[in-house]
């Protein structure tokens, strides 16, 4: 695997790859990340080498997806730990630039991509802000990088949905890819956030999928969006959860669950101590 962290060597290497000398064109894959890499990152990677013939990964703190007061100075940067991992999963290309080389311009004066209307509510309402970061990221490593398809983690559900309306919204010839999460033994999504849990937290933090689990089933049971809503926030703040919100809604749209909706999909972001923890579960909703 090359380590590279500059974009003309970047768009040398990606050339000289994607148009070997007397063969066809290679298909290329992309798996943007922020580093600090799981297990769940690597499933990405794995994914991305069974899609094309090279894949490209990056690690980049974005500082235009982080709000004031968020974690964007403490959020741990380990790239040595990160490319022997992507390196042993499969990776061809790290491409680990710093903030100076990305962005020439001032954040304050930069252009950027402001995200549909996919990304309102949710942590769209919470984080303000957070999803145009993400889509001009996004935006500007599908240019250098120019891939076939791009793969992301379906924990962060509606960043996904984001992602997917900006290469429709804006025509970039890149296939969308959603992977499964990854989950620790006893449930918990993998997360490069869950370093932050005290060890009493990461004993708790497991309720978090177990309430999205209870809600599906009463969910398929028949009870109401709106009781089974509540017995969940019920079950958070008995474990200790602040919740962000806990919400049911369209899988494919996003827009609020309906009782015409069959195929739903449950959302949560809920606070433990001070981390911040996603999850999500679909759930096949009976007819009324």
Not at 32 to 45: A, E, F, I, K, R
Not at 61 to 88: C, H, I, M, S
Request: hydrophobic share 45%.
């Amino acid at each position: 695997m090359r380590l590279i962290s500059d974009i003309s060597t970047l768009r040398h290497a990606i050339t000289t790859l994607r148009h070997p000398v007397g063969q066809p064109a290679r298909r290329i894959a992309l798996v943007p990340t922020m580093g600090n890499l799981h297990d769940g990152h690597l499933s990405l990677v794995r994914q991305a080498r069974e899609q094309a013939d090279i894949v490209i990964a990056t690690v980049f703190v974005n500082p235009l997806q982080f709000g004031e007061g968020e974690d964007f100075d403490q959020y741990p940067r380990t790239l040595e730990a990160d490319a022997a991992k992507l390196d042993g999963a499969g990776c061809d290309i790290l491409f680990a630039p710093a903030a100076d080389d990305l962005f020439p311009a001032a954040a304050s004066d930069m252009t950027r991509v402001v995200a549909g209307s996919v990304s309102q509510g949710l942590c769209g309402a919470k984080r303000p802000g957070h999803f145009d970061g993400v889509v001009t990221i996004i935006s500007l490593l599908f240019n250098l990088v120019q891939p076939d398809t791009a793969i992301f983690g379906e924990k962060d559900y509606q960043q996904l949905q984001v992602i997917k309306a900006l290469v429709r919204d804006l025509h970039f010839p890149v296939e969308v890819l959603g992977a499964p999460i990854v989950r620790d033994h006893d449930g918990l999504a993998l997360s490069s956030r869950n370093g932050y849990l005290s060890d009493v937290e990461r004993a708790t933090a497991p309720a978090l999928y177990r309430t999205l689990v209870c809600i599906k089933e009463l969910l398929e049971q028949g009870l109401s969006h709106e009781q089974a809503l509540e017995e969940g926030i019920r079950q958070l703040d008995a474990q200790g959860f602040t919740a962000d919100y806990l919400e049911l809604r369209d899988r494919h749209t996003l827009v609020p669950a309906t009782e015409d909706t069959r195929e739903g999909i449950l959302l949560v972001a809920a606070y433990l101590g001070t981390t911040r923890l996603l999850d999500n579960l679909k759930v096949e909703l009976p007819v009324a």
